[in-house]
């Protein structure tokens, strides 16, 4: 079966630092990977989305960047954190397989920026 | 053409009672529909989908309700529990291309 997984699953940084969040996806090949953001009681952001290694689109001007180095492995990445870059950071994954984009989350990385 | 408006934003629902949420999307394209149910401090999970070649698909207490027409689909929550409560997603998208999610509705069922 095919599992995500996410680390750290809480940090606190201060305003400044840099960042590297790492999502991991096991028992499939080739999966779509997505990066979201969650604002405390509101919707998902769709940060970035990768189809391969390698490949990323951004869906929003921001402080933060993604990158693929395998195709299991998506990561989130930002030199210099804002206090607004605080959020509920959520990885996701889809086969292609199906056609059609049903999506599994990781269980999240809690950033706070002090 | 890509949003999914949800409604209602917030819903209090008590033991045992029927709870219902809604959405609306624009782009008669889209041909899947699924809900997501997310606990405090957990990632969305996949609760329930739907293709809408059927009008009406239950899983349980839950079931989507769809309307090709009029643009909407529906999650009821049969007997709804306190461990129900939760925010719940619905999303929508057409063939290889990803999902537009709604803003979400938190679900407190009373006890």
């Known amino acids: 079966s095919q599992t995500i997984h996410q680390w750290p699953a809480t940090l606190v940084q201060p305003v400044g630092s840099p960042l590297s969040l790492e999502c991991t996806v096991e028992g499939t090949s080739n999966p779509n990977l997505y990066w979201y953001r969650q604002a405390a009681g509101r919707g998902l952001q769709l940060l970035f989305y990768?189809?391969?290694?390698?490949?990323i689109s951004s869906e929003v001007p921001q402080n933060l960047s993604a990158s693929r180095p395998q195709d299991r492995q998506f990561i989130l990445s930002s030199k210099k954190l804002l206090l607004s870059d605080s959020g509920f950071y959520l990885c996701?994954?889809?086969?292609?397989?199906?056609?059609?984009?049903?999506?599994?989350f990781g269980p999240g990385t809690r950033l706070t920026v002090l | 053409q890509q949003q999914v408006k949800q409604s209602p934003q917030s819903l209090i629902v008590q033991k045992g009672g029927i709870s219902i949420i809604n959405c609306a999307y624009e782009?008669?394209?889209?041909?899947?529909f699924p809900w997501y149910q997310q606990f405090p401090g957990k990632g969305p999970a996949l609760l329930i989908a739907?293709?809408?070649?059927?009008s009406e698909k239950k899983e349980g207490r839950f079931t989507i309700s769809f309307n090709k027409s009029a643009k909407q689909f529906s999650l009821h929550i049969m007997d709804s529990q306190p461990g129900d409560s939760a925010t719940y997603f619905c999303?929508?998208?057409?063939?290889?291309?990803?999902?537009?999610f709604g803003e979400g509705t938190q679900l407190t069922v009373n006890p």
């Open positions: 999303a929508a998208s057409k063939k290889l291309a990803r999902l537009t």
């Open positions: 782009n008669t394209a889209f041909d899947y």
């Open positions: 739907i293709r809408p070649d059927v």
């Open positions: 990768s189809v391969g290694i390698g490949q």
């Open positions: 996701a994954w889809s086969s292609r397989a199906g056609g059609f984009d049903e999506q599994f």
